[in-house]
């Protein structure tokens, strides 16, 4: 596979429920991205990390709780989530400092119940 | 801090007409500037990108952006719309985060482009 793959497509979970988020890049990059995109609202930057380490938690709660085990892989672990965490979850990988810009997966759509 | 104002949630063309998508951007460095495109159900996929080299920036699907620096803008336009353009489109600005680690984009609302046959 080649690019940034996101699994699952599509997630409904209770309130109650503990989930995970996968993200894998084949690309080489460095960096990687959480964001989140809700309907009307600009997409959110969450969390980045760069060679496996967070450099950026753009105060998020922590029901969200991310995890970058290498530079390939990234996982965002979700529980006790409230019915407005409901949105296209999207996750990025760039080279560098991120200056050419961004590869996006295709999201996982995330609905709260 | 940087920010994008994208004008017009909403544009709606015919067929083979021009399209023009307007950004704005505010950013207290020269600003790196991307087009991203986003069909139904898939993640963004980069259109095109600024870097402070040309000012005409010719992108993927036939499209193109000019950076003008007097007016802190820099649209979107492809001469001859087609109904595959149907999609939305977000404007995004680069900008180094406090730590100098990386380059964060931050974008636009987003502009929902129809193209009527």
């Known amino acids: 596979e080649t690019g940034v793959t996101q699994t699952p497509r599509h997630l409904v979970m209770g309130m109650t429920n503990k989930k995970s988020l996968k993200c894998e890049q084949h690309l080489g990059h460095n960096a990687m991205y959480w964001y989140k995109q809700s309907a009307k609202k600009p997409l959110e930057l969450m969390f980045v990390?760069?060679?496996?380490?967070?450099?950026e938690n753009n105060s998020v709660p922590s029901r969200f709780s991310p995890e970058c085990p290498n530079s390939s892989h990234l996982f965002l672990h979700l529980h006790t989530l409230q019915p407005e965490d409901s949105a296209l979850y999207l996750c990025a990988s760039s080279q560098g400092l991120g200056l050419g810009g961004y590869t996006f997966g295709s999201g996982t759509r995330l609905t709260v119940v | 801090a940087q920010s994008v104002t994208q004008l017009g949630s909403h544009v709606s063309v015919s067929e083979g007409a021009l399209v023009l998508l307007r950004c704005n951007y505010s950013s207290s460095v020269p600003p790196y500037l991307f087009w991203y495109v986003q069909y139904p159900n898939q993640g963004l996929q980069l259109l095109l990108k600024?870097?402070?080299?040309?000012?005409l920036v010719k992108g993927i699907n036939g499209f193109e952006a000019e950076f003008k620096k007097s007016e802190t803008s820099f649209h979107l336009t492809k001469p001859s719309a087609h109904m595959s353009d149907a999609a939305e489109y977000f404007c995004a600005v680069s900008a180094l985060n406090s730590g100098g680690s990386n380059y964060k984009l931050t974008f636009g609302k987003g502009t929902l482009l129809t193209v009527n046959p």
């Open positions: 600024y870097t402070s080299a040309a000012t």
């Open positions: 990390y760069n060679f496996k380490e967070q450099t």
